[in-house]
């Protein structure tokens, strides 16, 4: 069997079901779950999922199905996927992050979809506005790709010396013109120099640090992306290795020995999906269901790892911290 075949096959796997589960999806509605990455380093983030479900008063097992599908980083496998979602007569389907989201409205335009989304949804023809989405989508804009400029601002407080800085991103990721722009844009205000550097697979991960350390890059950030959460732990030691201070999209990297983060909470936003899911469960039409945008976002600093790398943190950002790593 060919890997690509069996990635697909681990997908529709997702979770494992009770023996009795076809019989249970003849009387309880089918939510399905469609997501770029992989379940691994993401179980927090289903429980939460879950929970949301739960608030709208829907349980998994005892009166809904859910049908977990993960393309593990390949973007390519999303259709396939939704095209099974769509024959298993889903009553829902929650999309996420925007990959996801994209295939899922391109495969149909009657099954409500909620979705967690990146970029600004409106632009990637997802809602027709935050309040009056319209259509059959709704779900959560985290604002990502807005944020890069001050995660900018971030790493140049902590390595004020880097004149160059390296920009990691995904070249599938359909955020990439609108990422590179927000960052060359904040460094252009600062004096910095950008080196876009790209990475869609482990070995271009390594290759990446090796252009960084060959051109003298002084720290480098990292672009949001499924792929990059799947392979954080290379990530981080790969900026351990060539003691280059960098700066993430979520705190899971720090907690894995990033040295800071800068962005929404991904669990909380999982939450909201499945509370979305919950009520259009319920009855509720996506179209009357504004997007949800964070409130607040999280600075986490890892000090180890700062220590390691030889920097001294600003008094001013450990103040601003959410959570400080020691």
């Not at 705190?251 to 929404?264: H, M």
């Amino acid at each position: 069997m060919r890997r690509r075949e069996m990635i697909v096959l681990l997908g529709a796997a997702g979770f494992a079901r009770p023996l009795d589960a076809h019989a249970a999806q003849t009387t309880m509605p089918i939510v399905g779950f469609l997501h770029s990455g992989s379940l691994s380093g993401r179980e927090t983030q289903v429980a939460a999922f879950r929970e949301g479900l739960a608030e709208s008063g829907y349980i998994e097992g005892k009166n809904v199905v859910i049908e977990y599908r993960w393309a593990e980083g390949h973007y390519d496998l999303l259709p396939a996927l939704m095209a099974d979602l769509i024959r298993r007569q889903v009553a829902v389907i929650a999309a996420s992050p925007l990959p996801s989201a994209l295939v899922a409205k391109h495969a149909t335009t009657t099954i409500p979809i909620v979705f967690m989304a990146g970029d600004d949804p409106i632009k990637h023809g997802l809602a027709a506005s935050l309040s009056h989405p319209g259509g059959n989508a709704t779900g959560v804009s985290l604002l990502t790709a807005g944020l890069n400029g001050k995660r900018l601002g971030v790493l140049h407080e902590l390595a004020p010396k880097a004149s160059l800085i390296a920009f990691l991103v995904n070249p599938n990721n359909p955020n990439i013109a609108t990422q590179s722009s927000e960052v060359q844009e904040a460094a252009n205000t600062v004096g910095i120099r950008i080196e876009v550097l790209q990475a869609s697979t482990e070995t271009e991960i390594d290759a990446a640090f090796t252009a960084l350390a060959g051109r003298g890059a002084g720290a480098f950030i990292l672009g949001p992306d499924p792929f990059f959460f799947n392979r954080r732990q290379q990530l981080v030691a790969l900026a351990a290795r060539y003691a280059v201070p960098a700066i993430y999209e979520v705190r899971e990297f720090v907690e894995a020995g990033g040295l800071v983060n800068y962005g929404a909470n991904l669990t909380e936003a999982l939450r909201q999906v499945g509370l979305y899911a919950g009520k259009v469960l319920n009855g509720v039409k996506p179209a009357d269901l504004p997007v949800v945008q964070p409130t607040r976002f999280e600075l986490v600093i890892n000090l180890k790892t700062a220590k390691a790398l030889g920097l001294t943190v600003p008094p001013i950002l450990l103040a601003q911290a959410d959570d400080v790593i020691e």
